[in-house]
């Protein structure tokens, strides 16, 4: 009897809907979207699972794919567990304290978000140790012992343990968590020496705390989604920040490595295609239904960064506007969020000036357009008095639209105040959010060093393709790239994503003085832990590759560059070609180089990787150019594009209509999970990989 056929299922979380991506041995995929209810995600995925079984009788479940807003969310709702801490004594408000850094200089009001651990469970213990890492003040057992009971008291359901230069000798924080497990068996430990063993005591604490507020939200999280889904039996995986996936047990231990899941699935996505495509250099923009992403990808990779924050809203934190949240050291994309999605909502301020989000209509009520009892308008709203959005349904008939409704909406909460026509405010409301969003886009090209001119925009997410014309038209760009999917494209990112696990440690020293042999023990040191975890987590090891990272910065500067050391360099070469690469990359992100000034190695950093069984965006372009069929009869509605145009009236077709010849604008492209909008003075055409092609005319 023939073995039944593999259906590999991811599904990504967002703040309205939630997307479903089923891919057969065959290629062939199948795509849900389902409104997001969290307490029902697994069995609404079950569900869309069941559908496929019944279409697919002979095939089989081999893996399902997690990316969530889960922890996330619950750091921005400060929704987390109960947490307490315990340090050395004299640090116990260092997560008070925390930098000098913040983002409003000039704003007198600005308040600093509050610690995640008020100070009364912010506990000290005696003990020390050097930054050599020899013990200068014993662990005091017994002191640990009664700050746990004190802990305990206080119902905490978590404990972080951080103590002074854990990073070199982890052996106080390691007889504290026995201690706590003896005490407290029933509270969630971690320690700063397994999360996170770097300098920077800020830092690794904060980390470590965030790890152990999201520990039981995560747990509880997985555990209903895994009951949910019971009736399939491989593992659940689920998506960290730096574009890799872990086992759901892994998850578990170290939720703070899946804080950007979700936006991480579809900066991968797109950097696959940039690859295949053979595009160098190019933007990922994810707009979804709450919230807006840029992330920049060269040489066909996300770039990465080892530093970042969570909290206070919204993330628009970057090198050069830090101190607004939780300081979070994790290898994640370097991906900055705003909240401008299609839920988001538009409002006038005091000043009498239109505003849009941060606040969502989420999905329920959701915008006043899907007739949900939603009242407030929306950028969708704005999209659909414009005529750019389908004034009867979405999702293939699955979302029915309320125009009406929307005009309503726009009309009674924003046309008393700005004396404005229903076009207009809506033509403003998009072009405010579009001003958002490419400030968002800029954050990661032009305060990288980057020009945006020369890179192309990837657009995704259900209302990315709708903004991406007047994004790039913003930017300067004149080239956007629309792929297969696009509304679920996140979650078709999921399928692409290798297993991964990211190790590191501190070990400070001058570059010119470094042992070669020593440095690259330090990487065996950790290649050796990675393949003892991936044994223990029955991980096939065959597959298991390395990268070598370190963390370089000008000795008296306080942040650092992380680049890689090439896999073939010479142990006599290393510190000339680190040197060669750092100088030059300090002055591509910062405009300068100091070639007499001495670099320093801050800390040494491993990734381990376990290819999976990946999707090829040639083969789903092959398999969209045989089954595609034009539209019967194309049709059109009137679509406004501001004062200067006016109203035009716009061709409505599919994406399938563009593949022998370029189109001009204006036209609307309708396809099941996304609306592509070609506004005048652009036009369209599709490539071999099925992307929709967008460029400026002139």
């Not at 397994?194 to 690794?204: F, G, K, S």
């Not at 939200?217 to 574009?243: F, H, K």
């Not at 896999?567 to 030059?584: K, T």
Request: charge should be negative.
């Amino acid at each position: 009897m023939p073995a039944p056929a593999s259906l590999r299922v991811a599904f990504d979380i967002g703040g309205t809907f939630t997307d479903v991506v089923i891919a057969g041995a065959d290629g062939q995929l199948l795509t849900y979207k389902i409104l997001t209810l969290p307490d029902s995600v697994g069995a609404d995925v079950g569900r869309c699972i069941a559908d496929t079984e019944r279409q697919r009788p002979e095939s089989a479940i081999t893996s399902l794919v997690h990316g969530t807003t889960i922890a996330s969310n619950a750091v921005l709702e400060e929704q987390g567990a109960r947490t307490g801490l315990i340090t050395t004594a004299g640090f116990r408000d260092e997560l008070e304290i925390r930098r000098l850094g913040r983002p409003g200089v000039y704003n007198v009001f600005w308040q600093r978000t509050p610690p995640l651990i008020p100070r009364r469970r912010r506990l000290e213990v005696s003990e020390r140790l050097t930054v050599r890492g020899e013990v200068e003040t014993p662990l005091n057992d017994e002191e640990v012992r009664q700050a746990i009971l004190s802990l305990k008291r206080q119902g905490v359901e978590a404990i972080a343990v951080a103590f002074l230069h854990s990073y070199v000798n982890p052996s106080h924080e390691q007889r504290a968590v026995a201690l706590i497990r003896e005490v407290c068996p029933e509270v969630m430990v971690c320690s700063s020496a397994d999360i996170l063993p770097e300098v920077r005591e800020y830092e690794r604490t904060s980390t470590t705390v965030l790890n152990a507020y999201l520990m039981p939200v995560v747990g509880r999280y997985l555990d209903q989604l895994e009951t949910q889904l019971r009736a399939y039996p491989p593992p659940l995986q689920i998506m960290q920040s730096n574009g890799g996936i872990m086992p759901a047990a892994q998850a578990r231990r170290r939720p703070v490595h899946m804080i950007e899941s979700g936006p991480a699935a579809g900066a991968l996505a797109a950097a696959g295609l940039a690859r295949e495509i053979g595009l160098a250099q190019a933007v990922a923009f994810d707009m979804g239904g709450t919230t807006a992403k840029g992330c920049l990808i060269e040489n066909g990779q996300a770039v990465e960064t080892a530093e970042g924050e969570v909290g206070a809203g919204i993330n628009r934190a970057g090198r050069l506007s830090k101190g607004a949240g939780y300081a979070l050291r994790v290898p994640a994309y370097d991906i900055v969020e705003v909240g401008a999605g299609g839920g988001s909502l538009a409002w006038v301020d005091a000043g009498g000036a239109l505003r849009v989000g941060p606040r969502s209509a989420g999905a329920v009520p959701g915008p006043a357009c899907y007739g949900r009892g939603g009242t407030e308008p929306t950028i969708t709203d704005a999209n659909v008095a414009l005529g750019y959005m389908n004034p009867n349904s979405i999702a293939g008939g699955a979302v029915p639209i309320d125009a009406a409704a929307a005009q309503t909406a726009i009309e009674t909460r924003l046309g008393a105040r700005l004396g404005l026509s229903v076009h207009e405010l809506a033509f403003g409301i998009h072009q405010v959010a579009d001003a958002t969003m490419t400030r968002a886009i800029r954050a990661v090209t032009t305060e990288r060093g980057r020009d945006p001119r020369e890179f192309t925009l990837i657009a995704f997410g259900g209302s990315g393709p709708l903004h991406a014309a007047t994004l790039a038209d913003n930017l300067g760009m004149s080239r956007v790239y629309i792929p297969l999917f696009p509304g679920v494209f996140s979650a078709l990112g999921l399928l692409v994503a290798d297993l991964r696990s990211d190790y590191v440690q501190s070990v400070p020293q001058d570059l010119d003085g470094v042992d070669p042999a020593a440095l690259l023990q330090e990487f065996d040191t950790l290649a050796d832990r990675a393949a003892q975890e991936a044994r223990h987590e029955r991980r096939e090891r065959p597959g298991l590759t390395y990268e070598r990272l370190l963390d370089l910065r000008y000795k008296r500067q306080s942040s650092e560059l992380t680049l890689p050391l090439p896999a073939q360099v010479e142990a006599a070469d290393i510190r000339q070609v680190l040197a060669e690469s750092f100088h030059a990359a300090h002055e591509q992100t910062y405009g300068y180089r100091r070639e007499d000034d001495t670099i320093a190695i801050v800390s040494v950093r491993l990734k381990a990787t376990i290819r999976t069984q990946s999707l090829s965006f040639s083969e789903l372009g092959g398999s969209f150019s045989q089954a595609a069929e034009k539209t019967a009869q194309p049709g059109s509605r009137r679509a406004y594009f501001g004062r200067q145009q006016g109203e035009l009236n716009t061709r409505i077709l599919s994406r399938s209509d563009l593949v022998e010849h370029a189109v001009a604008g204006p036209l609307i492209v309708e396809e099941f999970d996304a609306t592509v909008v070609v506004p005048p003075r652009w036009q369209a055409s599709v490539d071999a990989y099925g992307n929709i092609v967008l460029a400026k005319n002139g």
